[in-house]
Nanobody, 125 residues
């Protein structure tokens, strides 16, 4: 089966850090742009970050720029999201997805993307 599995979420205090992982099974990530989205309770799902397959260019939404770092390790078939200086407004379920182009985090369509099940990130004192 083609699957993505996220892990690494949890409860953290404001200013803390977490590193999320996204492991692919049933396919390889080598030729896929990889994106992270998040969805908070009562809000629409929004793009967070994306990394390209070809030159590993990274893209970030303004809300996380300077605090989050996206990376990938194709040998491990894994994408990562390092989150630093976390804020309560970062609380959400974070999901990874294969991306047709990295413009998907800015609202472009993403037909036939493969989604993970999501991992909960809660930032609270």
């Amino acid at each position: 089966q083609v699957q993505l599995a996220e892990s690494g979420g949890g409860l953290v205090q404001p200013g803390g850090s977490l590193r999320l992982s996204c492991v692919a099974s049933g396919f390889t990530l080598d030729y896929h742009n990889m994106a992270w989205f998040r969805q908070a309770p009562g809000k629409e799902r929004e793009g967070v970050s994306c990394i390209t397959y070809n030159d590993h260019s990274a893209y970030y939404k303004d809300a996380v720029k300077g605090r989050f770092t996206i990376s990938r390790n194709n040998a491990e078939n894994t994408a990562y999201l390092e989150m630093n200086n976390l804020k309560p407004e970062d609380t959400a379920v974070y999901s990874c997805v294969t991306a047709h182009t990295c413009a998907v985090i800015f609202g472009a369509p993403n037909p036939n993307g493969f989604w993970g099940q999501g991992t909960q990130v809660t930032v609270s004192s």
